[in-house]
């Protein structure tokens, strides 16, 4: 029985060491942050947190995260306290879909977390591992920039407004 910590709680699961951690994250304990996107780890809309390192959870098997620190979209903010890149992915209006956003945030925590004040290019190939089709990508940037400007308490926006516009 394969114990690990999710979203900072503690986690007993009774499935084989070999079912992908993306199965029991979805099937057993009811998360829909994690998204079953290619199966293959090439999508980046499975991505978790191990440890504080993006994971592709449709290919890692569950004894790999034993004793270890899983977080997914549920864990790293709530409606009442949102973390940072989730009021920033709202204020752009960053997600289309939706579809890879869980995977993109997750990510993007990761390099905030290693990289307060990161640069527009550190952005772009944090987030390229994601494959997104909804064409939200600059926006995904942006909003990953404000939330790295609200995270250092600089003054940055919290909403769009028409003078926000050159």
């Not at 114990?3 to 986690?11: E, I």
């Not at 940072?84 to 997750?106: K, N, S």
Request: hydrophobic share 40%; proline share 7%; aromatic share 4%.
């Amino acid at each position: 029985m394969p114990a690990f910590h999710l979203n900072g709680k503690p986690c007993n699961v009774d499935a084989d060491d070999a079912v992908p951690l993306l199965a029991v994250l979805r099937d057993e304990q009811g998360l829909s942050g994690p998204k079953f996107g290619c199966g293959q780890g090439e999508c980046g809309a499975c991505m978790v947190l191990v440890d504080g390192q993006p994971q592709t959870a449709c290919n890692l098997p569950l004894w790999s995260v034993q004793g270890r620190q899983v977080v997914t979209l549920e864990g790293l903010g709530t409606a009442e306290q949102p973390h940072p890149l989730q009021t920033a992915f709202c204020d752009e209006r960053a997600a289309q879909c939706g579809y890879c956003v869980a995977g993109i945030l997750t990510s993007a925590a990761a390099l905030l977390a290693r990289e307060p004040n990161p640069s527009r290019e550190t952005i772009v190939q944090a987030l390229d591992k994601h494959l997104c089709r909804c064409g939200a990508h600059n926006r995904m940037i942006r909003a990953v920039q404000r939330a790295a400007d609200a995270m250092a308490n600089r003054s940055a926006p919290s909403s769009f407004s028409a003078s926000d516009t050159p």
